[in-house]
Every structure is written in C-alpha cells, then in structure tokens.
C-alpha cells in the first residue's frame, strides 16, 4: 500500500458504490460481489479505476469491503479498503425487503484500512 501512496486513516476518495447502478436512487444491493469506481484519484490511482470487493446486508448498515483495484491503464493491484459515509455506515432505508439493502444514495466514500475486523 505504500507504493500507491495508501496509509490508513489519510487516504479516501469518492466512489460509486454499484457500476450498475451509477445514477440510481435509492440503489439496491444485495450479498455478494461488488464492482466499484473511483471518481477522483486515490493516492496513484487514477478516476475510473475499478474497486472489487464484497457487500454484506444483514445489519442495519451495509458492510463493503474492497480487495482488488484494477486501473484503467494497469494490472490488478490488491488493496484493503471499505466504502463508509460521513457518519459512519451505509444505513440501510427500513422499507428494505429480506435479503436486500436500498440506500440512498450511489457514492460514499472509500477509506484505507490496515484489515478487516
């Protein structure tokens, strides 16, 4: 992580949480695999860069956690990074059917983390 210039704490940017689901509200997601996309550079990598990782929904909140950056010009490059919004989680809307989570909003933020807990 210190080669992109990526340290816990100091590094985030925005994202669009689903590459489906880019100009939707709310968006709906569900367990599973997740395609993401920087919209301003991140440490090296660049707007547009894709972020792969995996959605959790059983919360209240949705958990997203990204291990693979693949730029557009560039090989994969691992990463250990979670989506949050400003005041913590991604809060899942109360009117969300079992099984799915409907938020808001298609950006948050992606934040660099020494690991997952």
Known sequence: MRILRL???????????????SSQSPVSLTDGPVESYLLEEL???SPLTRLYGQIWTGGPNVIIRYYEARPPDGEPIPICAVARLGHGGLRKKPESPPGVALIDDSRAAVFIVDGFR
Do not use: E, M, T
Not at 7 to 21: H, L, T
């Open 43 to 45: 440490g090296y990598l």
């Open 7 to 21: 340290r816990p704490g100091d590094s985030s940017a925005s994202i669009v949480i689903d590459a489906n689901q």
